[in-house]
């Protein structure tokens, strides 16, 4: 009945099929744990510099509603955000398998916002476009910015808008506290 499995043809389909079923395995463990919170564990996200909104230069702006995610992100100028699953060495906490201990860093230097990545497995992206681990980008109003799944929009408190065909000019501050969805 298993004489195939000594042919080195079936000890070949053998070691396949397994590495198969591990593989699988390692993916249904992946989306288990990513489903596991519930309203009784401690929230899987957390921003621990409690930093005044009214002084941020920008915002990232969440493009999903989730608990697994902090919703809006202030960012100042002359400070540095680290982004990251350890609690420990990250201003703001992603609580997610897929997300490196340290994913990235966002650096506000002067007016400017530069993203970097830290190494991370899953990658972060601006644009669709993933980043190499040695570069910094400079951020732009209404940039995508992902960290592996988590999707935020790169919004700066003060930016052009423009109305109908007017010129651009500079905005007030955005109430990012509305209901709109940017």
């Known amino acids: 009945m298993f004489d195939w499995m ?3 043809g079936g000890a070949l389909l053998t070691i396949g099929l397994l590495l198969c079923l591990a593989g699988l395995s ?12 519930t309203g009784d564990d401690e ?13 941020a230069a920008a915002f990232l702006i969440a493009l999903e509603t989730s608990l697994r995610m902090p919703q809006k992100v202030p960012l100042h ?3 540095e955000i680290r982004l990251g699953r350890d ?10 398998i897929s997300i490196s201990r340290r994913h990235a860093t966002i650096s506000g230097r002067g007016e ?12 972060t992206f601006v644009n669709r476009r993933r980043l190499r681990h040695e570069h910094k980008v400079l951020l732009n109003h209404n940039d995508i910015i992902q960290f592996y799944t988590f999707t935020y929009q790169f919004v700066l408190s003060e930016a052009p808008t423009q109305v109908n065909d007017s010129e651009p000019t500079l905005s007030t501050r955005l109430d ?7």
């Open 6 to 8: 000594v042919t080195p």
């Open 26 to 37: 390692a993916v249904v463990i992946r989306q288990v744990r990513r489903r596991s919170f």
């Open 43 to 55: 929230l899987p996200t957390q921003i621990i510099a409690n930093e005044e909104e009214a002084d």
């Open 77 to 79: 100028a002359g400070r």
């Open 87 to 96: 609690r420990r060495s990250n201003t703001v906490t992603l609580n997610d």
């Open 112 to 123: 400017n916002f530069y993203l970097h990545d830290e190494g991370s497995r899953g990658g």
């Open 176 to 182: 990012l506290d509305s209901d709109q969805h940017l």
